[in-house]
Every structure is written in structure tokens, then in C-alpha cells.
């Protein structure tokens, strides 16, 4: 089992924005697990992690599968720490689990605008030309996320055969650095419930010799409410005003501004509600030197559901547009340091985001046993 690695996702997004195929506020999710995870590890020990992924977005994913990237910038350091405790049941292979993340939000952050269409002005018979690109000015807290609690135990333990399957609850409370007026937040302060279901067994070889192995995860997520939250509009600017709008300016007597930005940020108080969402990841870890426990492993994540509306305070139900469906390429290499030191260094590669950012992102992980 792991901590929702990239961490980042709809996590970071508190509140979402106006324009519905802008950026995707999906879920505080815990755990992204990794190949090597599905590895039942010795009984009555206790396992440290630390976690650093740097995370980098220089593109937006529009709902309908396109994507822009001008002005796009999304940036964020995380650091998470976790903490593991094996023990035995009756010979079931058992443990408690906890991790905290830190998430840093490097710089400014924008989100860049495919289009801005222009305004519908009844002075001058209709609607305006369109502005053209431009960026959205995202409003940001960095602090620490929600804590994750979880509980696991290996249901399959087969070490000779290197088949293992096992299950792992996780419960979050809406403990987190949030604020309502942000964009951009390390949590989005609900509960959220999650099933984690891992299995791996060795294809070709044996444990003990070089192997290519499959791992399949599954992650269910349930979510509560944020009485809290806010539908959070950013500041949104053209990136040039065409010339047009001097002349339309001049003749409506100045009504119509040429000066950005064109829409001021706007917070308007609301209930958070997302929908159940699911995850797959697939793992085929090629492990080339068992002695040390050195592999490398291509993998494939996959996210759908997590609809996320608000119910707007004065009345009426807002769907922000954002959804949790996120298509991502990764790889994945391993080593022992020693005995009891291991190294890991993972790469993902989004190649699709329903309306949220599409993310390259990099991690480091060291794991140590005592």
C-alpha cells in the first residue's frame, strides 16, 4: 500500500473555477500505490516513508479532450510522511498505517484560456468579438493536507509462488490547510473514505530469480460534505484586447473596458459535494536483481467519476465542470541501498485530464525498516 503519491490532484483544488473546462478540482485521494507494494513485508516490524514529488503543469485538459497551454503554469513541491506497523492475526499478515503530506505551491499559479468570448453588450446590437487567449490567476494556500488513517491486511501470502492479494481501508478526516477563497488548497476538508484492493503474482521466473511479475490496484472512494466550501471564480485576463475594442469603446461612450483584468476574483459561499470515483493502476515490475530487490516497471493509471457540484448559498445547484477522470503513463525503478534501505524513483506522464491539469511529475521515495 502507498500514499496517494502525486497527491496533487483534485486534492489541491478546494474550490473550482468558473469556466467549467478550465482546471479539475478532483478529490483529496489517498493511496497511489506502487509496484513492489503488493509485497507482503515481514510481521512486527515498523516501516518509515518519505515521499518528495514535484509536480509541474504547463497544459490544461479541456473536457472535450483538447488542450491549451499558453499561460499555464502549476507548479507544487510535496513532501509526505508515513508511517507503517506490521503484525500478525491468527496468521494473517496485518498492519496500521499513516501518512501526512506538506504541499508547497512554487511561485504564481495560472491556468491558461483558450478563449475568451467577448461580452453581449444591447447598446451595440449583440455580441462583441471574442478577446482570444488568456490566463486565470489562481489564488493558492500551501500547508498540509488532510492525514490519512488505514488499516491492511494480506488475504494472500504466498512468498514461494510471489502471489499476494490484500485489502486496505482508509479513512481521512477534514483536517487540512483550507480556505475557502482559494482556488488552490492542500485539501478540500471532507471526509473521505477509501477500499484499496492490491494483487500481484510472478508471471515468468521466481521470486528468487530475475521475474516479470503483473500488480493490479483498485482504489473506491466515497466523500462527505464541505458546509464550508465556496464555488471560488479567478481573476481572469486576455492576453491581448484586439484593437477592435478601442473603436467599440470610443463609441459606447466608454462603457466597455479595454483594460484587463476582464473578470475580478469572486467567492460565493457553497456546499462542496463530489460523487464516488475509482482508480486502476497496472503494474508489470521486471525485477532483474532479486538479490537487492532492483527492478523497473512501466505502468498505467486510470481515474473516472467524482463529479463535483455546489449547492450555491441563496439557492440553486452549480456543476463546476470538473470530474475525476484522468488518463496517466508512468515508470517506475527500484533499488536496496542495504538490507533495510530501499530507493525508489518514479516518472508519470499525464496524456489526458478531464478539465484538470495535466501533470509531469517526478518522485522520490525512501523506505527504511526497524
Request: aromatic content about 12%.
Amino acid at each position: 500500500m502507498s500514499h496517494r503519491g502525486t497527491y496533487r490532484r483534485a486534492v489541491l483544488f478546494g474550490a473550482a473555477l468558473p469556466l467549467a473546462a478550465l482546471l479539475g478540482s478532483q478529490a483529496a485521494l489517498a493511496s497511489d500505490s506502487l509496484p513492489g507494494d503488493g509485497i507482503a513485508p515481514p510481521a512486527n516490524v515498523n516501516i518509515g516513508m518519505l515521499y518528495n514529488i514535484f509536480t509541474d503543469a504547463g497544459a490544461v485538459g479541456n473536457i472535450r479532450g483538447h488542450s491549451y497551454s499558453r499561460n499555464t503554469h502549476i507548479s507544487m513541491d510535496i513532501v509526505v510522511a508515513r508511517y507503517i506497523r506490521t503484525f500478525d492475526i491468527n496468521g494473517i499478515l496485518s498492519g496500521v498505517q499513516f501518512y501526512v503530506p506538506y504541499v508547497g505551491f512554487l511561485g504564481g499559479q495560472e491556468a491558461g484560456i483558450s478563449n475568451i468570448p467577448g461580452p453581449y453588450v444591447s447598446a451595440l446590437g449583440g455580441q462583441l468579438p471574442s478577446y482570444g487567449a488568456g490566463r486565470a490567476n489562481l489564488s493558492h494556500n500551501s500547508g498540509f493536507g488532510q492525514p490519512y488513517f488505514g488499516v491492511f491486511s494480506y488475504v494472500l501470502n504466498h512468498p514461494g509462488s510471489g502471489t499476494y492479494g490484500v485489502i486496505a481501508p482508509w479513512v481521512a478526516p477534514p483536517l487540512a490547510t483550507f480556505g475557502r477563497g482559494a482556488n488552490l488548497n492542500p485539501g478540500q476538508n471532507t471526509w473521505t473514505y477509501e477500499l484499496e484492493l492490491g494483487f500481484r503474482t510472478v508471471l515468468f521466473g521466481t521470486p528468487t530469480t530475475p521475474n516479470l511479475a503483473v500488480e493490479l490496484w483498485s482504489e473506491s472512494y466515497l466523500f462527505g460534505a464541505n458546509s464550508g466550501s465556496a464555488y471560488v471564480s479567478p481573476e481572469v485576463s486576455a492576453n491581448s484586447i484586439p484593437s477592435a475594442y478601442n473603436t467599440y469603446n470610443y463609441l459606447s461612450g466608454g462603457l466597455i473596458p479595454n483594460t484587463n483584468p476582464l473578470q475580478a476574483s469572486q467567492v460565493i459561499p457553497g456546499t462542496f459535494h463530489e460523487q464516488p470515483s475509482q482508480e486502476f493502476r497496472v503494474y508489470l515490475p521486471y525485477e532483474f536483481a532479486p538479490s537487492i530487490g532492483a527492478f523497473i516497471a512501466p505502468g498505467f493509471f486510470q481515474s473516472f467519476g467524482g463529479k463535483q457540484t455546489y449547492n450555491l448559498q441563496g439557492g440553486g445547484t452549480l456543476d463546476s465542470g470538473n470530474r475525476t477522470n484522468e488518463t496517466q503513463l508512468r515508470l517506475v525503478g527500484s533499488t536496496f541501498l542495504s538490507p533495510t534501505l530501499q530507493i525508489m524513483a518514479i516518472g508519470e506522464y499525464d496524456i489526458a485530464s478531464h478539465g484538470g491539469p495535466l501533470n509531469r511529475n517526478i518522485e522520490i521515495r525512501l523506505a527504511t525498516m526497524f
